[in-house]
Each structure stands twice: as structure tokens, then as C-alpha cells.
């Protein structure tokens, strides 16, 4: 006689996967085992703190969310933590993934925590970007500018901000005190006057720079 197939019990998970387990906090499923950090400096010592659990999706991102957005405030307050902020933060990302990855959960049996913002809408993420984007503005930026091209006409006067033969022209007004030369048309250099470069020339014709008379 034939014995009937042996029948495992069917999981409402998928036959033969063991029930998932649920999220530690709010009893829903599914849920994943991941552990979130954070990071606080605190001058001479610094502590590291982690959330280690089984999270559905809403309480795993509010964990990671809350961890992320107080390490970018706490992290930073000491020589070591300068270091270990920036790691914290990349290893969170892996957890993010994880809880980002899950469907919605479903068939909580406890309050879940609040998702919240998104790390980069709240104060400290808008804080860090602030300081990097006037970092950006201050230092950067102005050097990414060529300076605008200094062009001279006759009767023009300026200084050189470097020493002649080199030109490193700039225009100042002829009665200002910093005007070391004024210029007029090329054909008119004697004596202890430079010819300018061409480029300084408005009308891309040679000039002469004479000493201001003191
Ligand atoms: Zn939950």
C-alpha cells in the first residue's frame, strides 16, 4: 500500500519558509533584522550607539531617521568622532536599504513609531547644507570666476600689482592716490615708460603707461 505524501503544514508565508518574525517594536510584518547607529561626539570621549532589532518598514525608518539625523548634530564634537560620524553614517545607509526594501507592513499589534521627515528635511541635515553651500559661495565659488579682463583706453590711469616688466594691471581712478601710471597712445613711450600689453587695450591697440607725476 502506497503511503500518502508526507504533508508539511502550509505557512501563509510560502510552503516550507518558517513565519517571518515580526517587528520588534509594533508587531507587524514583515520585518526585517537590522541594526541602526548613531554616532555622539562629546569632546575628549564618544559613544556609539546602537538600535539592534527586527523593524518593519514605519518603525525601521523612523529608528534610522531619528539615528541619522542626531548623529549629523552629535557626531561631529570631537577629534575621533570626526572620523567615526562619517563612518556611522555610511553604515546606516546599509540598514536603510534593508528597511527600505520591505513591503508596507501590515497587522500591527502596537503603536508604530512615527516615520517622520526625511533626514534631509529636518534642522540638522538643512543646517549642514546651509554651511556647505555658503562654504561653497564664499571659497569656491569666486574662484571658479575668471576676474574680468581689465581693458584700458588713453587717459585711463591704474597700478600694477606686479613688478614692470610683469603687468598685473587694475584700473584706479587718476585721482586716487593708488594710481601709479596713466596711460595714452603707444607712439608716445620715452624714457622710464612701458608699453602695455595689448590685452589691457580697450580697442586692442598699444598703449603707454607713464609714472604719475607725485
Ligand atoms: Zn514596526
Not at 47 to 76: A, H, I, N, P, V
Not at 82 to 105: D, K
Not at 158 to 185: I, K, T
Request: aromatic share 8%.
Amino acid at each position: 500500500m502506497a503511503t500518502p505524501p508526507h504533508h508539511q503544514p502550509l505557512s501563509p508565508y510560502g510552503f516550507g519558509r518558517p513565519a517571518p518574525s515580526p517587528c520588534d517594536i509594533c508587531g507587524a510584518i514583515p520585518a526585517v533584522h537590522t541594526v541602526v547607529r548613531g554616532h555622539q561626539g562629546l569632546v575628549v570621549t564618544l559613544r556609539f550607539l546602537t538600535e539592534e532589532g527586527t523593524f518593519c518598514r514605519t518603525c525601521g525608518t523612523s529608528l534610522y531617521r531619528k539615528m541619522t539625523s542626531d548623529t549629523l548634530w552629535q557626531g561631529w564634537w570631537g577629534l575621533l568622532s570626526v572620523f567615526a560620524a562619517p563612518v556611522t553614517l555610511f553604515m546606516n545607509i546599509g540598514a536603510r536599504s534593508r528597511i527600505r526594501a520591505l513591503p508596507h507592513p501590515v497587522g500591527n499589534l502596537r503603536p508604530q513609531l512615527a516615520p517622520g521627515r526625511r533626514v534631509l528635511a529636518r534642522l540638522p541635515a538643512l543646517v549642514i547644507i546651509g554651511v556647505l553651500l555658503v562654504g561653497l559661495g564664499t571659497f569656491v565659488v569666486p574662484r571658479l570666476i575668471p576676474s574680468a579682463p581689465v581693458s584700458f583706453t588713453a587717459g585711463d590711469c591704474g597700478r600694477n600689482n606686479a613688478e614692470w616688466p610683469e603687468q598685473d594691471l587694475e584700473e584706479v581712478g587718476c585721482s586716487s592716490a593708488e594710481a601709479e601710471f596713466w596711460l595714452s597712445d603707444g607712439e608716445k613711450c620715452w624714457g622710464m615708460d612701458w608699453l602695455v600689453h595689448i590685452d589691457y587695450s580697450a580697442e586692442l591697440k598699444s598703449l603707454c603707461a607713464h609714472p604719475m607725476k607725485k
